[in-house]
């Protein structure tokens, strides 16, 4: 089972670049999720999408855009990357909304990003 | 708003000995409460979910228990092997679309 497979996993930008982190699940998972991950600050939220055409904004949401492109792919886009976006950044997905008390989190293995 | 904390940060033990990692949050409404596993440049793994109605999970040598009342929940690890080396977080769901408040972990590691 490949789960939630995340690429790249390694990104180094220039400030002001952009790019766009890809995230794709096979288990047919309703709600899509895309967090952050800093030394000290734990993980955060900076978008989801409880369903295929729907998304909204989490916690730490500016400077990012998302796309739910189909129910498989969720992808996370920085229009101008700034060194405040250094991070580590992870895709995770569950069964479905309103199932919750049945539903681990699955993540995939990170996009490590560096913005310099 | 919810917070998660993590006691202690940091937790070195040595093999065999028994794990036991705590986690509190303020707000009892939550939905589920959930354990994780993350190794150094991995994602997480879940390892328990305990649904609110719910007092504790039990999988092998793990279980986690839930005070809700008390906004507790701690995880015992059994026989601690160097391969549980890694940091613990845990999280609770928070509303019904599955928002997780995560704790910043228990980074753990069991020696030879």
């Known amino acids: 089972n490949a789960g939630v497979t995340q690429t790249p996993k390694f990104q180094v930008l220039k400030t002001g670049q952009s790019m766009t982190l890809q995230c794709a699940q096979d288990m047919n998972h309703n709600s899509m999720y895309w967090y952050r991950q800093d030394p000290g600050m734990g993980l955060r939220l900076i978008y989801y999408s409880a369903s295929e055409g729907t998304t909204d904004k989490g916690e730490v949401p500016n400077g990012y855009n998302v796309s739910r492109l189909n129910k498989r792919e969720f992808s996370l886009r920085l229009e101008s990357a700034a060194p405040s976006q250094t991070s580590v950044y992870f895709c995770?997905?569950?069964?479905?909304?309103?199932?919750?008390?049945?539903?681990?989190?699955?993540f995939g293995n990170g996009t490590r990003l560096t913005v310099t | 708003k919810q917070e998660v904390t993590q006691i202690p940060a940091a937790l070195s033990v040595p093999e065999g000995e028994n794990l036991v990692l705590n986690c509190s949050f303020t707000?009892?409404?939550?939905?589920?409460l959930q354990w994780f596993r993350q190794d150094p440049g991995k994602g997480l793994t879940s390892l328990l979910l305990?649904?609110?109605?719910?007092r504790e999970q039990t999988s092998g040598r793990l279980n986690a228990s839930l005070d809700k009342s008390s906004g507790r929940s701690t995880l015992y690890i059994a026989a601690s092997q160097p391969g549980d080396s890694a940091t613990y977080l845990c999280?609770?769901?928070?509303?019904?679309?599955?928002?997780?408040?995560f704790g910043a972990g228990t980074q753990v590691v069991v020696t030879p």
């Open positions: 995770a997905s569950h069964e479905a909304v309103g199932r919750q008390e049945n539903s681990p989190l699955h």
């Open positions: 305990i649904q609110s109605s719910q």
């Open positions: 707000d009892s409404a939550i939905y589920n």
């Open positions: 999280a609770v769901t928070v509303n019904s679309w599955g928002k997780l408040q």
